[in-house]
């Protein structure tokens, strides 16, 4: 048990009594003079621990010293006991110093003890013991097992004991989460409760919950309460595969990856909707569907789906299996001799190209070739408007009409109209000639 203890001393003023009494004021000066006067500490200490009241004096005439509890009741006089109560001890007692122990504290024994010093007139000093109330082990209510996705709960966390109230704290995992606190009185201690709002998803699933209390009573030694969530959920299923191109002749492997609570398993394979057509080939293992040796007939749209008792989710995985690659990988030492190439290998490579139109290689033939027939295209257009912008700039000039020849020499329309149809003398003159 742990005890805080925080000195303070009362002691009464010698100089405030005066009186004519002569013989009075030569004792009070006396009394002050030697320093006739208690001094104590107030004292914390921890419900069921111990408690040590002492009470000094630096100069004492052969006075009796004495403690009183907070109800007045003399526990020791000197070094005899007034108060039948086995926990209450004497620890050290003489003319200058009284201490005594309390053992076993209870919140009952909090209140103010007096020291009294039996001069003339008779001094005390007075010393608060403060009893802590230890919180009880927090608990956790309110959480049902399984929760399901979806669901809204509330976690209710209660502690009872504590004096002064204590504090508590949620976390989820190590993150500190805020939760709603009410703090009720009984008697001298008090009962604290907080609860926190979940909104339960998946990824609630096995996060654990922690209730701490915080209180001066336990700074050794904290409480806590910690709750495991269980979330019941839906699967969800997606396809993972071996191979990014599959080809003729190779291993490969479908993982059905499915998440859910409680465990869907086992899975279901398919392919186009119906059975898996060779099974010494296409070997199913648990969640993995393995293919031992490709070949073309494999071909197809491969479905993995599973359930639990909350919902069924599936995925799709399409393979096309291609052709192995047509040539070997270049060597690392030159040969000996150039080696002529074999027509027969590549006609060979164009019948085999010509049988399978969606093998890789196929594909860069294509693409090339309408690339060629584009740039082609581009070019006839271009050479086109070239030579037709060159006509139309060679055929560019001024024509007049019949009332603009004869307007120079006219005075009004009608006249110039007249000039311009008698005028054939000089059409000779502005005839063009177009090449």
């Given amino acids: 048990m742990r005890s805080n203890t925080q000195t303070k001393y009362q002691t009464e003023d010698c100089h405030k009594n005066s009186t004519p009494n002569i013989s009075y004021l030569f004792i009070s000066m006396n009394v002050c003079i030697s320093g006739q006067y208690p001094l104590v500490q107030n004292v914390t200490v921890t419900e069921g621990g111990t408690a040590n009241m002492t009470c000094r004096v630096e100069y004492n005439d052969n006075t009796s010293l004495q403690w009183s509890n907070p109800a007045q009741q003399t526990l020791f006089f000197g070094d005899k006991k007034a108060l039948r109560d086995n926990r209450i001890e004497l620890v ?15 919140l009952t024994d909090d209140g103010m003890y007096t020291c009294s010093l039996f001069t003339m007139p008779v001094r005390t000093a007075k010393a608060y013991l403060t009893v802590l109330g230890v919180p009880e082990k927090p608990e956790i209510d309110g959480l049902t097992k399984p929760a399901l996705e979806g669901d809204d709960i ?19 995992n190590e993150k500190e989460v805020k939760g709603a606190k009410e703090v009720n009185a009984s008697g001298k201690t008090f009962t604290v409760r907080s609860s926190l709002q979940l909104h339960v998803d998946r990824n609630d699933d096995g996060v654990a919950y922690t209730c701490k209390v915080d209180h001066v009573a336990l700074a050794q030694t904290p409480q806590q309460a910690t709750e495991v969530l269980e979330v019941h959920y839906a699967p969800r299923v997606q396809i993972v595969h071996s191979l990014a191109v599959p080809q003729e002749g190779q291993y490969l492997k479908l993982e059905c990856v499915s998440k859910g609570n409680p465990s869907p398993d086992p899975v279901m394979w398919t392919k186009d909707g119906g059975e898996l057509p060779d099974l010494d080939r296409m070997i199913v293992e648990g969640r993995e569907l393995t293919f031992t040796s490709l070949n073309k007939t494999d071909n197809g749209t491969y479905r993995c789906e599973a359930g639990n008792h909350l919902g069924t989710s599936s995925a799709e995985y399409v393979l096309y299996v291609y052709d192995p690659p047509t040539t ?14 074999d027509p027969t290998r590549a006609s060979d490579r164009t019948v085999t190209d010509s049988r399978d139109p969606n093998a890789l290689g196929q594909h860069g033939t294509d693409h090339a070739l309408i690339g060629g027939v584009v740039a082609v295209v581009v070019f006839v257009t271009l050479c086109l408007i070239i030579v037709l912008g060159r006509y139309l700039a060679r055929h560019k000039g001024t024509y007049l009409t019949n009332e603009a020849k004869g307007a120079d020499d006219a005075p009004d329309a009608d006249t110039a109209i007249i000039n311009a149809e008698g005028n054939h003398a000089h059409a000779e003159e502005k005839k063009e000639y177009f090449i």
């Fill in 92 to 106: 050290h007692a003489s003319w200058s110093e009284l201490t005594i122990s309390i053992n076993d504290v209870t």
């Fill in 154 to 172: 509330t976690l209710t966390c209660m502690t009872q004991g504590s004096k002064p109230a204590a504090d508590l704290r949620w976390f989820r």
């Fill in 328 to 341: 070997l990988p270049p060597s690392t030492t030159p040969p000996l001799h150039s080696i002529p190439p």
